[in-house]
């Protein structure tokens, strides 16, 4: 993983929670990305580690001369609200180079629409492949169906209006509100089911031909998935890219719970033996204690903290980010495994 320092451009406030930062590329050197793809940003906290977390661009390479994420303050977040309210144009972060399999590929010559669905901050990524796919795709429509709580907590509300305006009868875009002003005579409610099913029945959504990019809660990940099922929307025509990654804490098939577990991890020459506690991940008791493995993501999504479990058993929260064949030959991603035996040992190359 590649990691270098960019300097901040502009800070740009989007909503009361939400700010654009947008980065100078390297002087000699373009940063190469897709749209979709994350940087993932470490800043120092007071007791002088660093901590680090992944942000969607939110810029497109197409169309942006800058790079440029965006970031929702979450509570009691560390970095989000670092980003939110200690950076000024100038300064310089340290980042891990663009990554990410969600990402929009341009076709020659397609005929397909671009369908999109999101949430919250979820946006980011999924404004990134609008503003691609309607730059470098002359022939396809884009749908976005994008859910917030209320009208001043929509991000980029104007630069979506733009677009429509730029790119009339191209770009369509449904708003939906869960506690709008008395004012709003929009949709209301949240993505679900039967209101998504709706507007891609309005849209003209072609369940076998169209593309969909999905980024928002697990919640209504998980409602639109239904719809694909019910739809027998081919796999390899939805991508989603999830912010969290999920926490199973039920038992396994096979009646094993999540238990304190001593572990060993090898990585870079040396042996780490330590606990890992019911709710930590191995990443997470890895980094409370100060042992220094490799990661980006921490949602299981980048496989930057890939390693091979060679003694006792791993349960996975999320296991998108592997192969069947490589979960068949004992790759685990860290940062979302729990032990489920004594004993188990992880090797990092
Ligand atoms: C691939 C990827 C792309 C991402 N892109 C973006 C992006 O473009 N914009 C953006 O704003 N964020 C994005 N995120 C989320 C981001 O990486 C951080 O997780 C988020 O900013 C919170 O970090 P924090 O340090 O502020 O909070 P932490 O200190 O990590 O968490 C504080 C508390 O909030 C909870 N929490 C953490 N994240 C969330 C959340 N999203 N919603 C609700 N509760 C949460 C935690 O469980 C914890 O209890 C992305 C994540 C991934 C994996
Ligand atoms: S850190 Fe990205 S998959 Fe684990």
Redesign the pocket.
């Known amino acids: 993983m590649k990691s270098f320092f960019l300097q901040v451009k502009e800070v740009i406030k989007e909503t009361s929670d939400?700010v654009s930062l947008s980065f100078w590329h390297p002087i000699n050197e373009q940063i190469k990305y897709k749209a979709g793809q994350?940087i993932?940003i470490s800043?120092p906290t007071q007791d002088g580690k660093k901590?680090k977390?992944?942000?969607?661009?939110?810029s497109s390479p197409a169309s942006d001369t800058a790079v440029i994420?965006?970031?929702?303050?979450?509570?009691?977040?560390?970095?989000?609200?670092?980003?939110n309210d200690h950076v000024n144009a100038g300064d310089f972060l340290e980042i891990i180079e663009p990554m990410?399999t969600?990402h929009f590929e341009t076709e020659e010559n397609p005929n397909r629409n671009i369908i999109l669905i999101g949430a919250?901050?979820?946006?980011?990524?999924l404004i990134s492949i609008a503003k691609t796919a309607l730059k470098t795709e002359a022939d396809t429509q884009v749908k976005l169906i994008y859910g917030n709580r209320n009208e001043e907590s929509i991000i980029f509300k104007k630069a979506i209006e733009e677009l429509e305006g730029q790119y009339a009868g191209r770009f369509i875009v449904q708003h939906i509100l869960s506690q709008p002003s008395s004012t709003w005579v929009g949709e209301k409610g949240r993505i679900n089911q039967a209101n998504t099913t709706l507007w891609f029945k309005e849209v003209g959504v072609d369940f076998k031909k169209d593309h969909f990019y999905m980024?928002g809660?697990e919640e209504m990940m998980d409602q639109v998935k239904l719809i694909f099922d019910l739809y027998d929307v081919p796999k390899d025509h939805v991508n989603y890219?999830?912010?969290?990654?999920p926490m199973i804490d039920e038992p396994t098939e096979a009646g094993e719970e999540l238990k304190k577990q001593t572990i060993t991890v090898k990585y870079d020459g040396e042996t780490h033996t330590f606990d890992v506690l019911p709710h930590q991940t191995v990443l997470e008791a890895a980094l409370e204690l100060d042992i220094d493995l490799p990661y980006?993501?921490?949602?299981?999504?980048?496989t930057a903290c890939l390693g091979k479990c060679v003694e006792g058993k791993i349960r996975m929260d999320e296991e998108e980010g592997l192969t069947d064949k490589e979960i068949a030959q004992g790759y685990v991603l860290t940062c979302v495994s729990h032990p489920m035996t004594e004993g188990v040992v992880i090797e990092i190359d």
Do not use: D, H, W
């Open positions: 939400t994350f993932t800043v901590v977390r992944s942000y969607s661009m939110s994420v965006t970031v929702k303050r979450v509570a009691n977040g560390i970095v989000s609200n670092y980003l990410g969600f919250g901050s979820g946006i980011t990524p980024c809660p890219e999830r912010f969290n990654a980006s993501c921490q949602a299981g999504m980048c």
